[in-house]
């Protein structure tokens, strides 16, 4: 399987307590980006990297999130303090040369 | 700034007939991608079509077609004989084709789009 490919599929976790997230791009793609999306509504930007570079992290949510891609290839995701407004899907998504954007299967998040 | 707007948040369509999903947008981007993606109950977002704004062409992907009208800024998206496999949530986003926020879909709210037998 060459897809986007998340882990974990579902997590659960009581408020207060840290969560990650991996996601491991299309091997040949050099742009990854991830999303946030609630019941109801279409995914929202987080943040998306280039190789190694964080170019944009204006758009993640507060101070308790963060991301990381160290060697260019997987990135995690990381919820810190977590939150029950936390809960939502969380997409990772990839992209080469051209403009399509692919997805993974998400990671849902529900904190109790 | 940049705004995806559709309208229908249901629709109901015959198995084997087509089916229009209407999706206007919002940019000061002279040059922008826009996409359709699907995405059933298990959650994956899964890529349908693009077309660039500089596109002269309507795109088309098998059973798939983007009706582009970019005077009246729409990009409606056509489904040419249903199938009940066709069930699902579908997605209209955009994003710049240059600058900093290149690549950064932004998404409307999704049209819940369920085919009948």
């Known amino acids: 399987d060459t897809g986007v490919s998340q882990d974990p599929r579902h997590k659960i976790t009581k408020r207060g307590q840290n969560v990650t997230f991996r996601c491991d791009p299309i091997?040949?793609?050099?742009?990854l980006y991830w999303y946030r999306q609630t019941l109801g509504q279409g995914p929202e930007f987080l943040t998306y990297f280039q190789n190694e570079a964080q170019l944009e992290k204006s758009r993640l949510l507060s101070d308790r999130f963060s991301a990381e891609r160290p060697k260019g290839s997987f990135s995690t995701l990381e919820i810190q303090r977590t939150e029950q407004g936390d809960s939502a899907m969380y997409l990772c998504?990839?992209?080469?040369?051209?403009?399509?954007?692919?997805f993974g299967s998400g990671t849902q998040l529900s904190v109790l | 700034a940049q705004k995806i707007t559709q309208t229908q948040p249901g629709m109901f369509v015959q198995e084997k007939e087509a089916v229009t999903l209407d999706c206007t947008y919002d940019?000061?981007?002279?040059?922008?991608?826009l996409f359709w993606y699907k995405q059933p109950s298990s959650g994956e977002m899964i890529f349908l079509i693009y077309q660039g704004s500089y596109d002269q062409q309507n795109a088309t992907e098998g059973r798939y077609s983007l009706n582009f009208q970019k005077a009246r800024k729409s990009a409606n998206l056509v489904i040419s004989a249903s199938q009940l496999g066709d069930s699902a949530m579908y997605f209209c986003a955009m994003s710049p084709l240059y600058g900093g926020s290149q690549g950064n879909l932004i998404f409307g709210k999704g049209t819940k789009l369920s085919v009948k037998p």
């Open positions: 940019t000061s981007d002279p040059s922008y991608g």
């Open positions: 091997s040949e793609h050099n742009r």
């Open positions: 998504a990839s992209r080469g040369l051209n403009e399509k954007l692919f």
